[in-house]
């Protein structure tokens, strides 16, 4: 069994800043890549920023040079740093694993975390 547990979220003013955290528990063998996504209402879950094991990372052009991605490896767990934050950052963020469960060989998986509401006022 494994679970996500991201928390962090929360009500922020425009231009403010929020930290977002997801820790990875269960029967973990390894974790490839970790990442967050948001999902708007009535949007489409879209992919926010991605990490990989060795910290190479991705964004999306709406954030680059607003939000920034890191992990520990040693702790399972990804964070999300959202500086200068904007109205349509509000959303439900979600963290992404990509990983491999004790005795399942070398095959991953994706699991999600239940989400975490984020929302900046005007």
């Known amino acids: 069994q494994v679970q996500l547990v991201e928390s962090g979220g929360g009500l922020v003013q425009a231009g403010g800043s929020l930290r977002l955290s997801c820790a990875a528990s269960?029967?973990?063998?390894?974790?490839?890549?970790m990442g967050w996504y948001r999902q708007a209402p009535g949007n489409q879950r879209d992919l926010v920023a991605i990490?990989?094991?060795?910290?190479?990372?991705n964004y999306a052009d709406s954030v680059k040079g607003r939000l920034t991605i890191s992990r520990d490896n040693a702790k399972n767990t990804v964070y999300l740093q959202m500086n200068s934050l904007k109205p349509e950052d509000t959303a439900v963020y979600y963290c992404?694993?990509?990983?491999?469960?004790?005795?399942?060989?070398?095959?991953?998986?994706?699991?999600w975390g239940q989400g975490t509401q984020v929302t900046v006022s005007s």
């Open positions: 990490i990989t094991r060795v910290g190479s990372t």
């Open positions: 269960g029967s973990i063998f390894s974790i490839n890549d």
């Open positions: 992404n694993a990509n990983l491999i469960v004790r005795g399942a060989g070398y095959r991953s998986s994706d699991y």
